[in-house]
């Protein structure tokens, strides 16, 4: 089993980091190009890599700046946002991207999970899940939340794994941005249902949380707001795992 | 300069192996024909997506021969994931493709029970005589790798529902299940002493 991760998450908007509270209310919070490389330095495992604006804007992903992270960074990049057909994440992949994040688009259409699969590999093929809870369980929402689909989103985990996605990016949309912990349930929820890693998102503020939803079954923590405002390092993170008994890369 | 030339193999994104080389001071160039894969002093072959689409990629580009000669020779050539894979014979993966058989070995998938693809960072252990490979940590991403350790390379291993061959190496060339060029500056380094110290052969 490989070590657990710590994926530091840069949201873009119009070439710059930005993050929020439940997918609004954006804020600047830097450039990418430096924040991919200082978090490498701080001893990130992998960068994603969100346009978050592509989808609502109808636009496909802002390729510079995947050109340009790529450049400064020796680790992973998975990078996701306005991909709605293979031609996408190929230019996605050609710009220097390492694995593909699909969202809205494939709820619309599934075959794209297995179309990107064949092609790249599932290795390749991030299925990322925006999920809310609701009366019995939880919705998935799409377009960066606005909008819900009445699809299970454990259901659909399964389901797109079975169509060829290798990894899901997880995100609590009910936590997102709010700093009170990941959504545990949620993530045991689809581990249990999945054999694939899932890299759990929202709501990380302390290193409690990242221990938390590791030992709940992910294979990778999230993490942005929390780095980007300053409040800890990913070493600091880090060390705080290594001393809680979670194998890490030192 | 070393001549650095990376293996288009269509399904593979170049940019990260791109990237990667750039940052070390290389030039890389990409291999049109036999003769930049014969006559190269650095030859990376790079590997993202499937055994056989790779592998039908490398002959369609008539670029299997001079692969198989240069391997054979020993001359500097660096194999990446499936790159490595494809020194085999064949791979479960894809079952009735040709890979270039430098290797006598099917590639299999990861026993049952253990998570696949495996994805995520892994420590490395090289065997004593593999002193390109320094111990580290390394990225993989990948469900299936060489069963066993073939005759006459070098190795160091990994674990992942038991241990395995994770990178191999003879003469100056040198294979690895793991992606180097994704492995921070553990990789970085690795990518540098190989280039360095190989390359006289060519």
Known sequence: MPARRVVPCLDIDDGRVVKGVRFSGLRDAGDPVESARVYEEQGADEIVLLDVSATPQGRAHNLGVVDRVRRVLSIPLTVGGGVRQVADAARLLEAGADKVGVNTAAVIRPEL??????????????????????????????????????L??????????????????????????????????????????????????????????????????????????????????????????????????P | MRDVVVVPTGTANLASMLAALRRVGALPRLARDPSDVADASHVVL???????????????????DALVDRVSARKATLAVCVGMQLLAEASEESPGAGGLGVIAATVTRFPDGTQVPQIGWSSVEPASGLDLIHPGWAYFANSYRLPTVPQGWLQATSEHGGRYVSAILRGEVLACQFHPELSGVWGTSLI???????GEAA
Do not use: N
Not at chain 1, 128 to 148: F, L, P, Q
Not at chain 2, 192 to 198: D, F, H, I, P, Y
């Open chain 1, 113 to 150: 999970i297995t179309e990107m699969s064949e092609r790249f590999g599932a290795q390749c093929t991030v299925l990322a899940v925006d999920a809310a809870r609701s009366d019995t369980g939880w919705e998935v929402v799409v377009e960066s939340g606005s909008r819900r689909t009445g």
């Open chain 1, 152 to 249: 299970d989103a454990v259901e659909w985990c399964a389901k797109a794994v079975s169509a060829g996605a290798g990894e899901i990016l997880l995100t609590s949309w009910d936590r997102d941005g709010t700093g009170l912990g990941y959504d545990l349930d949620l993530v045991r929820a689809v581990c249990s249902r999945v054999s694939v890693p899932v890299i759990a998102s929202g709501g990380a503020k302390t290193p409690e949380h990242i221990v938390d939803v590791l030992a709940a079954g992910a294979a990778a923590a999230l993490v942005a707001s929390i780095l980007h405002d300053g409040v800890t390092t990913v070493s600091e993170l880090k060390r705080q795992l290594i001393a809680a008994g979670v194998e890490v890369r």
């Open chain 2, 46 to 64: 790079p590997g993202v997506g499937s055994f056989g689409a790779a592998a039908a990629a490398l002959r369609r580009a008539g670029l299997r």
């Open chain 2, 192 to 198: 540098e002493r190989w280039l360095a110290s190989t």
